[in-house]
C-alpha cells in the first residue's frame, strides 16, 4: 500500500483552505492560437506545463482533457507524461479527464494505465462512465482503496443531449443519474475520512432536482466529492455554485476550461487566483 497521502486527503486539505476550482487543461486548436502556440503536441504539452505551474498551491486541482492530447498519437501520450510529471512535482492533484468505461477485466486494465502508482499516466483521480453497470468499476474501486485513489463517475452532465439517458427510469423508480450518485455514496474506502475517494460528475448547467437528484439534503460523511463542469464558457456561474448545489456543494470542484485559458497566457495565473477566490467564496456562504 502506497504511504503517501491519498487523493481524498488531499482533497480534504485543499477544501478545508477553500479552494474548489479545478483548472482545466484543454488545449483547444483555438486557444493553442490564443497563446501563440502551434496546434502540436509541443505546443499541447507547454499549455499543460504552465496551467499546472500558474494553478500550484492555488487551485484545487487540475483536469487534463485527453482527448486534446490524443489526438497527437504517441507524441500527445508522451506530451502529456511529462505535464502529469510536472503536477506530480509541484503537488498538483490531477484528475485525469478520459471517461473511461468497459466490461470489469478491460475497465481494471484502464484503472491501472491511469492510477497504477509508477504508470508513465499516473495521475491521482480519472473520470469514469459507468453505463456497463456500475460493478464494472469493481476493479478501479479496489485500486483506488488500495493505492489512495479517486475515481468521478459521469452522473448527470452538462450536455443537454445527455438528458434523455441519464433521466431514464430504471426498473426501481431512480432515474439513471441518481442510481449512479447512490452507487457512489455507497462505494466509500474504510480510508476515507472527511471526503470519499469516489465522486460523481454533476453538470453546473443542469436544474439537478429534473434528474431526480436532491441538493436539500445535509452532506453525506464522508463528503461525495462532486466534479462540475459547465462553469465559464456553458454559461452556469461560478457566483451561483452554492445555489445549484446546495448540500452536495461541500467538496464541489468547480471546472473552468476555456474561460480561463482563453485570452492567451498572459494574465492566467490571475485569473485563476480570481476564479478560485470566487468560488471559495461562494460556497462559503451560507
Ligand atoms: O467529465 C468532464 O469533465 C465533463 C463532464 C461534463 O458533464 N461536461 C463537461 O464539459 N466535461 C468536461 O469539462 C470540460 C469543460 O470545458 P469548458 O466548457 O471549456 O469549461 C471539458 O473538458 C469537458 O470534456
Known amino acids: 500500500m502506497s504511504v503517501a497521502a491519498s487523493f481524498s486527503d488531499r482533497l480534504g486539505e485543499a477544501l478545508a483552505a477553500r479552494r474548489h476550482l479545478c483548472v482545466g487543461i484543454d488545449p483547444h486548436r483555438g486557444l493553442l ?13 507547454r499549455m499543460g506545463r504552465e496551467v499546472v505551474a500558474a494553478a500550484a498551491g492555488v487551485a484545487a486541482c487540475v483536469k487534463p482533457q485527453i482527448a486534446f492530447f490524443e489526438r497527437f498519437g504517441s507524441a500527445g501520450y508522451a506530451a502529456l507524461e511529462r505535464v502529469l510529471a510536472d503536477a506530480r512535482g509541484a503537488g498538483v492533484p490531477v484528475i485525469a479527464d478520459v471517461k473511461r468505461g468497459d466490461i470489469g477485466t478491460s475497465f481494471a486494465a484502464y484503472a491501472e494505465a491511469w492510477l497504477a502508482p509508477g504508470s508513465p499516466l499516473e495521475a ?15 476493479g ?25 439517458v441519464q433521466r431514464a427510469q ?29 465522486g460523481v ?3 453546473a448547467t443542469l436544474r439537478l432536482e429534473d434528474f431526480g437528484i436532491d441538493t436539500g439534503l445535509p452532506p453525506a460523511r464522508p463528503a461525495l466529492p462532486v466534479l462540475a463542469p459547465g ?11 452554492r445555489e445549484i448545489f446546495g448540500g452536495l456543494g461541500w467538496a464541489l470542484l468547480a471546472n473552468e476550461s476555456r474561460s480561463l485559458l482563453g485570452g492567451g497566457a498572459e494574465g492566467l495565473a490571475t485569473r485563476i487566483r480570481e476564479r478560485s477566490e470566487l468560488v471559495g467564496e461562494a460556497l462559503a456562504s451560507p
Not at 124 to 138: K, N
Not at 151 to 159: E, G, I, P, R, W
Not at 173 to 192: E, F, H, K, N, T
Request: net charge negative; proline share 2%.
Open 124 to 138: 491521482d483521480a480519472m473520470t469514469v462512465a459507468a453505463y456497463q453497470g456500475f460493478g464494472s468499476l469493481a
Open 170 to 198: 430504471r426498473s426501481d423508480g431512480r432515474s439513471v443519474a441518481r442510481a449512479m450518485v447512490d452507487d457512489a455514496l455507497a462505494c466509500v474506502s474504510p480510508r476515507d475520512t472527511h471526503v470519499s475517494s469516489v
Open 231 to 241: 462553469f465559464g464558457h456553458q454559461g452556469a456561474r461560478i457566483e451561483d455554485a
Open 33 to 45: 492560437a490564443d497563446w501563440g502556440l502551434a496546434d502540436d503536441a509541443a505546443g499541447a504539452e
Open 140 to 164: 478501479a474501486c479496489e485500486l483506488v482503496r488500495e493505492h489512495g485513489k479517486g475515481l468521478f463517475v459521469l452522473a448527470a452532465t452538462s450536455n443537454p443531449e445527455a438528458r434523455e
Open 201 to 203: 460528475v454533476l453538470g
